[in-house]
């Protein structure tokens, strides 16, 4: 069975662009969350995503936004890029909302 | 706001030494209860998860867990160099909410 599959795996942009993340659920996995991971912050939480509906959303501004397709597969945009967006961004899947959580790889991604 | 600490090591173990990893949580209501691996530069991966109190085995890994103390814990028998990375605990909370609280994470040695 496939895991979690995330595109692209490095990016780099420049402040002020934008970026579009996606994720691809375990097959059969309906929830998809999204987590930014720094070295001083941690794992910190973005958003969450059932049945194409956003359950939860962390505390980050509005240039962080998502959506989930009615096949699972989910994709996060990031506009007005700053430096501090600089972060591994990792997608999660699991069965049900519930259950434990499966990464991908993750997408590093660079603002220069 | 419901916490979850871990001790951010090292821990440094001998190789074949048993490694004790500690996570305490705030929510007392909290039912599920996830460890993860990270390896340095990767993803989080899901080793184990626990939802009674006790003890769960899976080969060289036991999760304990105390729900009146509040803390969970995930022993390493036989530990080996392959087994250094920084390992989170995550844990559910209690009031409808599906999203998982993560440790900081602790690092693991272990020397030859």
């Known amino acids: 069975k496939a895991g979690v599959t995330q595109t692209p795996r490095y990016l780099i942009k420049t402040r002020g662009q934008q970026v579009t993340l996606s994720c691809s659920p375990i097959?059969?996995?309906?929830?998809v969350s999204w987590y930014q991971q720094t070295p001083g912050q941690g794992l910190q939480f973005l958003f969450e995503y059932f049945s194409e509906t956003q359950r939860n959303k962390g505390n980050f501004p509005g240039r962080f936004s998502g959506r989930q397709f009615s096949n699972s597969r989910s994709e996060m945009n990031v506009s007005t890029l700053e430096l501090g967006d600089s972060a591994l961004y990792l997608c999660a899947s699991s069965p049900e909302r519930n259950q434990p959580q499966h990464f991908g790889d993750g997408t590093r991604l660079s603002i220069l | 706001q419901k916490e979850v600490e871990q001790n951010s090591g090292p821990l440094s173990v001998p190789e074949g030494a048993i490694a004790s990893l500690n996570c305490t949580y705030s929510d007392r209501g909290s039912q599920s209860f996830f460890w993860y691996r990270q390896y340095s530069g990767k993803s989080p991966e899901l080793i184990m998860f626990i939802y009674s109190n006790g003890d769960k085995e899976d080969g060289r890994f036991t999760a304990q867990l105390n729900k009146a103390s509040q803390y969970v814990s995930l022993l390493i028998r036989d530990s080996q160099p392959s087994d250094s990375a920084t390992y989170l605990c995550?844990?559910?909370?209690?009031?409808?909410?599906?999203?998982?609280?993560f440790g900081r994470g602790t690092s693991l040695i272990v020397h030859p």
């Open positions: 995550a844990v559910l909370p209690s009031g409808g909410s599906y999203i998982p609280t």
């Open positions: 097959s059969g996995h309906r929830s």
